[in-house]
């Protein structure tokens, strides 16, 4: 059974920072693309970031860039987002995504639970 | 970015008759080498992650119940849920994968009349 748990979540000042993480399990981690998407308290959802099954290749949504930093490693099937200069806009639940195998990178076939993240003074 | 554009913003459908929900993109998420259109759909009940239905705008998740259809093609589409269930009660979600940034229409919030 694929189960991808988040962790890491919480308050934060603007300006702040924070690791999410999450831990997979019930797949081949390292043959999938992995992502970040969020989702603001009563709002839609927001793809964030991906990374290449490899990790060689990271993309971003504009408005994270040179902010947000997504890693993986695979020895430990684990999958990492850290959030620098966190603003209040970033309050969102992020979930931990798997672009995997209905369409490899870009459609998301599993999902987390989420953490919330809440940035506010 | 490639915007996605839902509508209605909610609907109330009775038990058992179609609800349709309708996504519009910005562009064409069409790729003529392969024919396919870019497009996907998602399930989130209250509390819960969204869920994958459906794929290349109209291939089922496995184990998504065949009442859940697709269609459409170039800029307009829709999701068709046929007979519906109290179960489906949830937001949907349609998800352009053309092109990055990855985005999703505003959701279309379904409800039982």
């Known amino acids: 059974e694929v189960q991808l748990v988040e962790s890491g979540g919480g308050l934060v000042q603007p300006g702040g920072s924070l690791r999410l993480s999450c831990a997979a399990s019930?797949?081949?981690?390292?043959?999938?693309?992995m992502s970040w998407v969020r989702q603001a308290p009563g709002k839609g959802l927001e793809w964030v970031a991906s990374?290449?099954?490899?990790?060689?290749?990271?993309y971003y949504v504009n408005s994270v860039k040179g902010r947000f930093t997504i890693s993986r490693d695979n020895a430990n099937n684990s999958l990492d987002l850290q959030m620098n200069s966190l603003r209040a806009e970033d309050t969102a639940v992020y979930y931990c995504?798997?672009?995997?195998?209905?369409?490899?990178?870009?459609?998301?076939?599993?999902w987390g639970q989420g953490t919330l993240v809440t940035v506010s003074s | 970015d490639i915007v996605m554009t839902q509508s209605p913003d909610s609907l109330a459908v009775s038990l058992g008759e179609r609800a349709t929900i309708n996504c519009k993109s910005s562009?064409?998420?069409?790729?003529?080498?392969?024919?396919?259109?870019?497009l996907a759909w998602y399930q989130q009940k209250a509390g819960q992650p969204p869920k994958l239905l459906i794929y290349?705008?109209?291939t089922r998740e496995s184990g998504v119940p065949d009442r859940f259809s697709g269609s459409g093609s170039g800029t307009d589409f829709t999701l068709t849920i046929s007979g519906l269930q109290a179960e489906d009660v949830a937001v949907y979600y349609c998800?352009?994968?053309?092109?990055?940034?990855?985005?999703f229409g505003q959701g279309t919030k379904l409800e039982i009349k």
């Open positions: 998800q352009q994968y053309f092109t990055m940034p990855f985005t």
């Open positions: 995504a798997r672009a995997g195998v209905a369409v490899p990178g870009r459609v998301f076939d599993y």
């Open positions: 290349w705008a109209s």
């Open positions: 562009q064409s998420i069409l790729y003529s080498s392969n024919n396919k259109n870019y």
């Open positions: 990374i290449k099954e490899d990790g060689s290749d990271k």
């Open positions: 019930g797949f081949t981690f390292s043959s999938c693309r």
